[in-house]
């Protein structure tokens, strides 16, 4: 049995130490937005945030994330309440089949919890390990831009959505 | 800081003790400064030649600041004297090489002095350069006389008193700078001599490869004995060589020419910049390197050999289920490694099996910790490896407990000491070596420009 906190929800499931938070995420707490790529490593959708940083859910076993805050897509908004990162995705239409999306929006809010305004630079740079096999790339790039002017601004400011580090 | 006192004391008492001495030692004369000369002027096959042993050489890497313009320098070189800076060698009129005479730019390469008569810190490497022939450094000189001019003046070195004093550096060229061009060995073939030519001139492998003495000179009585390089462990390239398997010079070749070999792994940390470039100069070098450091390396004897061979046929053995009883190191394994480094893929797409590391057999885990933390970034177009860092969801802690279990499962030598003191200060270290990971080929070495002059 482990202990697991996600979203800010405690949750007690049981599966071995060694077991990828992917798994338990989508298998056990019906978390979907995390997909399942590569498992490797190698491609970034599975990217969620731990202790407000970006890292690949596939190769992140259980037993490291004793009393550390997870947090997924879900935590950040919902459909009727998008967070930033999300109302600026789908206004710039940054999705083609959207297979990586959660995760590029995981990792583009882990860079702009950290620093709000990046330069293209350094978004290039901190999105390079997620993969996109559709090539929305430069729409990808304009998201989190809108994303980083949207969470700018006092009402929507990160500090509202998701774990803060 | 104590021990570059003692060094600067003892310098200084070197200097005091013979002013005119040091005088009639220390003094160059300024070479004259010449109008630039057109790029046109330099014939093209001599550039293409000079652009070649510029990758042999691996000059870009120590002059191109990491997003700065090729051979503009500026790259601090950390040393336990304190931060020197590479300069700018393109052919800026003034804040580079442009108004250098051959002679002046071969005299640097020889004896390192500048074209003003100074001298020049011996982290350029001129201890190796000066084994260079005349014909390739006038092929070095035509390459970098033809590169775009970059305004960049030189920043200034960080050095204490009495470091700071450049005529200090003709006291330790009496001492270390064994000046004359490489003399071949008529004892040895020709591939040999030519491999021996350009590992201890041009390619100056001692330079990371050899362990450095308190005067920061290379310790030839323990050449290639391995040596400490931006946070790295440059690995003994000799018969004290760690690796699993013993090197030969066809898997030598491989990992040099590849970058990677599925008995030895992948090249990364400094190591990749210099596989890089000798991916793109001619065949026949990168093998006489080969088989002058297979030589090096010596036969193995047969114990090393034996164990060589059963660390393979592990390898290629169907895995033993990591046991539960090394938790947490075990499940970490399990879950963050196992995935690639038992898929029995070859590198670089899949990693290697860790029984063949040289970084769990190495005396100490810097290197592992380095690599577990900030992973393998693909190389910009190159067919690379790609390992994903831990950085972000692994504790100190955690990240000792997996070393002591690679340590222990894949290795058959006694455990590391300071595990915990090694990951702390590879942590520390991290945001500045991930600067010498993955950044852009050095012009030298780029595959759309080889065939450019």
Sequence with gaps: ?165 | MTKSGIIGGLLAALCVGGAAGVFAVAWRPAIAAINPPKPQSFDTSLVKRGRELAAIGNCGDCHTARGGKSFAGGVPVPTPFGTIFSTNVTPDPETGIGRWSEAAFRRAMRSGVDRDGQHLYPTFPYDHFTNVSDEDDAALYAFLMTREPVRAPVRQNQLAFPLDHRVLVAGWKLLFLHRGTYRPDSTKSAEWNRGAYLVEGLAHCGACHTPRNALGAERTSASFAGGDVDNWRAYPINAQSPSPVPWDKEALFAYLRDGSHPDHGTARGPMAQVVGNLSEVAASDVQAIAFYMADMFGAPTPDRKRQGEAALAQAKSAPAPASRANAPGGSIYAAACATCHESGRPPPYGGINLGLSTAIAGPDPRNLANIVLSGVRPVEGERSPIMPGFAASMSDAQLAALLNFLRSRFSNQPPWAGVERTVEEARRADTTFLQTFAGPRNAAAEASQRDKP
């Design chain 1, 1 to 165: 049995m482990m202990i697991l906190t996600v979203n800010g929800l405690t949750h007690q499931v049981d599966a071995e130490a060694d077991t990828p938070l992917l798994y338990v995420l989508r298998d056990d707490l019906k978390l979907n937005a995390a997909k399942f790529g590569c498992g490797l490593g190698q491609c970034g959708s599975c990217t969620v945030m731990v202790d407000g940083k970006a890292v690949q859910s596939c190769v992140t076993p259980l037993v490291l994330l004793e009393g550390k805050q997870v947090t997924t897509l879900e935590g950040l908004g919902t459909i009727s309440e998008p967070a930033p990162i999300q109302r600026a995705f789908m206004e710039e239409q940054a999705a083609q089949c959207g297979y990586c999306i959660a995760g590029m929006m995981m990792r583009a809010q882990a860079l702009l919890q950290s620093n709000s305004k990046p330069t293209d630079e350094e978004i290039r740079a901190e999105l390079q390990p997620n993969l996109c096999r559709c090539g929305t790339h430069m729409r990808i790039l304009r998201a989190v831009r809108r994303a980083a002017r949207l969470m700018d601004t006092a009402d929507a400011s990160p500090a509202n959505h998701g774990s803060t580090p």
